[in-house]
């Protein structure tokens, strides 16, 4: 079975919407508001060299599909098969990817043999992939800033079920983002 991960930038007050550019007031926060250091990022590097695939929502799809070709930097994320959870695409325009129609279908793909699937932004999904159950571990970037309003990774929901995190990797960067990796104790 294969091991769903979600990575994301996130402010102190839960907020990951548009961390490098977008229709936040706020956009790019996480480049222009916090000095750069470069070990901070050490992990969305491991992520590109252990993921196997890459799971995006609709959203994250149309943001990323005309940007991250073009960027030497994702080479690895480009050259992985992508799947994107969407009920409209149809015609994907990214190479190597894939529309799945359902959460269904999201979890039959963690069924298949296979390394890790990454789940970058896609909020919404992250939240209802970790309702169905189907979220195993988190890899959070947290940014010591705080944005007010956003997308935020959790929620008040109703599907938002009480979840008990297992701390497995952290560290705190002299710029201030922390490194929190958890896995979703089952």
Same mark, same amino acid.
């Given at each position: 079975?294969?091991?769903? /991960?979600?990575?994301?930038?996130?402010?102190?007050?839960?907020? /990951?919407?548009?961390?490098?550019?977008?229709?936040?007031?706020?956009?790019?926060?996480?480049?222009?508001?916090?000095?750069?250091?470069?070990?901070?990022?050490?992990? *969305?590097?491991?992520?590109?060299?252990?993921?196997? +695939?890459?799971?995006?929502?609709?959203?994250?799809?149309?943001?990323?599909?005309?940007?991250? !070709?073009?960027?030497?930097?994702? $080479?690895?994320?480009? +050259?992985? !098969? *992508?799947?994107?959870? =969407?009920?409209?695409?149809?015609?994907?325009?990214?190479?190597?990817?894939?529309? %799945?129609?359902?959460?269904?279908?999201?979890?039959?793909?963690?069924?298949?043999?296979?390394? +890790? /699937?990454?789940?970058?932004?896609?909020?919404?999904?992250?939240?209802?992939?970790?309702?169905?159950? %189907?979220? @195993?571990?988190?890899? %959070?970037?947290?940014?010591?800033?705080?944005?007010? =309003?956003? *997308?935020? %990774?959790?929620? @008040? $929901? !109703?599907?938002?079920?009480?979840?008990?995190?297992?701390?497995?990797?952290?560290?705190?960067?002299?710029?201030? /983002?922390?490194?929190?990796?958890?896995?979703?104790?089952?």
């Amino acid at each position: 079975m294969r091991t769903l /991960i979600v990575t994301e930038f996130i402010s102190l007050d839960g907020v /990951i919407d548009s961390p490098g550019g977008g229709d936040h007031p706020h956009a790019g926060w996480t480049f222009k508001d916090i000095e750069f250091d470069e070990a901070a990022y050490e992990i *969305k590097g491991r992520e590109q060299e252990q993921a196997t +695939a890459m799971l995006l929502g609709r959203v994250s799809y149309d943001e990323f599909a005309p940007v991250w !070709p073009t960027m030497d930097e994702f $080479a690895e994320y480009n +050259a992985m !098969p *992508k799947y994107v959870v =969407s009920s409209t695409l149809t015609d994907p325009g990214w190479n190597n990817t894939t529309v %799945l129609r359902s959460l269904d279908d999201v979890a039959r793909l963690k069924q298949e043999d296979g390394g +890790a /699937i990454l789940l970058q932004g896609s909020g919404t999904l992250a939240r209802n992939l970790a309702a169905a159950g %189907l979220v @195993d571990r988190y890899h %959070l970037l947290v940014f010591p800033v705080l944005l007010g =309003s956003g *997308k935020r %990774l959790f929620d @008040d $929901a !109703p599907q938002a079920a009480r979840t008990r995190l297992d701390l497995v990797e952290n560290a705190v960067y002299p710029n201030g /983002i922390s490194l929190a990796v958890y896995d979703v104790v089952r």
